[in-house]
Structures are given as C-alpha cells and as structure tokens.
C-alpha cells in the first residue's frame, strides 16, 4: 500500500499561482511515475501532468507554459506549480502515484479559481 497527502490547495484570483504539495509514504519502492489529476464539477477526472521515474514529463494540453510538474525523490514528494491560473482550473486535484503493485489515489484538494 502507499499512502499519499496533499497540500497546497487554496483560493486564488486568476492570474494567481499556487502549488500543490503530494507526499508518499508505505510501499514507494518502484514508482514508476507520480502525477496530478483533476476533476471539476459536472466533469470525468482528467490528466494534469505526470513525472516519470527518469524525470520525463507529461502534461495536459490545457496547462502547458503554465504548469510544472517536479519530483524529489529524497522526499517520495511530487509538486505542481501551477502558474497564471485560470477560472478552469477549478478543479479538485489528485495526485496518483503507479508503482510495481497498482495505482494510488490522494484524497483530494480543492483548487478554486475566482475573483
């Protein structure tokens, strides 16, 4: 089992940034990437960006140039800085950790973007 927790979420204006914080602890031999979901109201959950165990990335269209997804691996930690935030960026976001025993799901944190 892996146990995930996430930081970071908040109220923000547009054109704000804020960064996501997902620590994993357990059974964290062999991740073989860590990344972040989100899922807004009304909405299927969807891709943010995931990192890969050799730091290669991947990310959602919708948040290119404006996110970035890094790794500690010290710290079992991923983080996602996300940058000139946008009213559809609202959204609770998921991190997601797969490693050699199945996929792992965080509780959540909301991220709401509004004036």
């Known amino acids: 089992q892996v146990q995930l927790v996430e930081s970071g979420g908040g109220l923000v204006q547009p054109g704000g940034s804020l960064r996501l914080s997902c620590g994993a602890s357990?059974?964290?031999?062999?991740?073989?990437?860590m990344g972040w979901y989100r899922q807004a109201p009304g909405k299927q959950r969807e891709l943010v960006a995931f990192?890969?165990?050799?730091?290669?990335?991947v990310y959602a269209d919708s948040v290119k140039g404006r996110f970035t997804i890094s790794r500690d691996n010290a710290k079992n930690t991923v983080y996602l800085q996300m940058n000139s935030l946008k009213f559809e960026d609202t959204a609770v976001y998921y991190c997601?950790?797969?490693?050699?025993?199945?996929?792992?799901w965080g509780q959540g944190t909301q991220v709401t973007v509004s004036s």
């Open positions: 997601n950790v797969l490693n050699s025993y199945g996929t792992y």
């Open positions: 357990g059974s964290i031999l062999s991740i073989y990437r």
């Open positions: 990192i890969t165990d050799s730091s290669s990335t």
